[in-house]
């Protein structure tokens, strides 16, 4: 079974830092094993796919097939992704963020194969647990907005509101300078992948407000 962050004051949960690399391409064919956040091990397989700006994640586990779309910032991958054969209503965003606290993420939505930024800057009220930012960026279809990204630490990380005209939700965590935010709602988990030198990629992953994090290493076949 399977199933961020602009900063906060305070050090956000999974912040170790990822390695400095030549970065892989990471498309291809996996074997893949980890643990549930429950604990529980499993071991499946997993298709990393092109998908001209984005990339399609497509694992089986179990009997049951997850799909997902992914976002990878230099030797980071951010995906979001729901059981099944069909994500819809899922996306991704991977950020990174510069020494002064701001954020620039690229985002994707599954069964769309374009991408588009988003720009987090200036807190404009908070404290270590919650923290509300400004925020810019561009959707799909090439429309700008602009708004307001506000966060909270809940349960292994961060929960996500936007309130751009629009309202969203989501719920990530950071890896040292880049962090990955699962949208959607409960249908759409996320993971957050560290591409290793050797081509395997390894990762940690949850879905919205669960107290812990799975675990999966993805090696090459």
């Known amino acids: 079974a399977k199933s961020s962050d602009a900063p906060p004051v305070a050090s956000p949960p999974g912040s170790e830092a990822p390695p400095k690399a030549t970065?892989?391409?990471?498309?291809?064919?996996?074997?893949?094993?980890?643990?549930?956040?429950?604990?529980?091990?499993?071991?499946?397989?997993?298709e990393v796919k092109d998908r001209e700006k984005v990339l399609q994640f497509v694992w089986s586990s179990g009997g049951t097939q997850y799909d997902g779309v992914g976002i990878q910032l230099a030797?980071?991958?951010?995906?979001?992704?729901?059981?099944?054969?069909?994500?819809?209503?899922?996306?991704?965003?991977?950020?990174?963020?510069?020494?002064?606290?701001?954020?620039?993420?690229?985002?994707?939505?599954?069964?769309?194969?374009?991408s588009a930024v988003e720009v987090v800057s200036d807190p404009v009220a908070g404290t270590a647990a919650e923290n509300t930012y400004k925020v810019a960026g561009t959707r799909l279809d090439g429309a700008t907005y602009k708004g307001t990204l506000t966060l909270k630490q809940q349960g292994a990380g961060y929960a996500f509101k936007w309130d751009t005209g629009d309202k969203s939700e989501g719920f990530g965590i950071r890896w040292g300078d880049f962090a990955?935010?699962?949208?959607?709602?409960?249908?759409?988990?996320?993971?957050?992948?560290?591409?290793?030198?050797?081509?395997?990629?390894?990762?940690?992953?949850?879905?919205?407000?669960?107290?812990?994090l799975g675990t999966e290493l993805a090696k090459k076949r």
């Open 23 to 46: 970065v892989p391409t990471i498309t291809g064919s996996y074997n893949v094993s980890g643990t549930n956040p429950n604990g529980s091990a499993y071991r499946g397989t997993l």
């Open 75 to 114: 030797d980071t991958v951010g995906v979001a992704f729901a059981s099944g054969k069909d994500g819809t209503g899922c996306s991704v965003i991977q950020y990174q963020f510069t020494s002064k606290g701001d954020a620039v993420g690229r985002w994707g939505a599954w069964g769309k194969n374009e």
């Open 180 to 212: 990955t935010v699962g949208i959607g709602g409960a249908q759409c988990g996320f993971v957050s992948y560290q591409v290793k030198p050797d081509g395997s990629l390894d990762g940690k992953w949850s879905s919205a407000g669960s107290p812990k």
